[in-house]
């Protein structure tokens, strides 16, 4: 079996890891423009995902600036922090987003493990900013669930490769 460099047996081959969904070269020309199409919005979709990182960052800037400058002054409530804390977690939830492009473009891996890995931080922004007064019960359990098997997915994946 055509077994990476260096590897043990338990790793996985060569073919399980690369992927070629848009093939450059395809026999039909019409497949074939279509993947140019397709790699082109990819394109678009990542330098639209920089400007909405930027601007995430300068709402985080903002957010800061005014819940320091308001009354009572340089102090934050409770609710300026989950506030905050949210709109962190939106930046960096973006950031992993535009990895997830980057890789996907500028290679041939499957990013199955940053994948879970940006599901698993925007469940755990859920659970940061989540209003436990307004949440129910069989919600905390779904999002329990969700918490769950997102990370026993991540360790197997993690410990399979």
Do not use: C
């Amino acid at each position: 079996m055509d077994e990476l460099p260096g590897s043990s047996d338990k790793r996985l081959p060569r073919r399980h890891l690369y992927h070629d969904e848009l093939p450059k070269e395809h026999e039909d020309p019409l497949i074939r423009n279509l993947h140019r199409v397709i790699r082109l919005a990819v394109k678009v979709l990542s330098v639209l995902m920089v400007m909405v990182i930027i601007w995430g960052v300068i709402d985080v800037v903002y957010m800061l600036y005014t819940r320091l400058m308001s009354p009572p002054f340089l102090l934050f409530e409770v609710s300026d922090i989950f506030a905050i804390f949210s709109a962190f977690m939106v930046v960096l939830i973006a950031i992993e987003i535009f990895i997830n492009i980057r890789l996907y473009l500028g290679t041939n891996m499957l990013p199955i493990q940053l994948v879970i890995a940006t599901a698993l931080m925007a469940i755990a922004r859920k659970v940061i900013i989540m209003d436990t007064e307004t949440v129910t019960a069989m919600e905390i359990l779904a999002i329990a669930a969700v918490v769950l098997a997102l990370g026993v997915t991540h360790w197997l994946v993690a410990k399979r490769t």
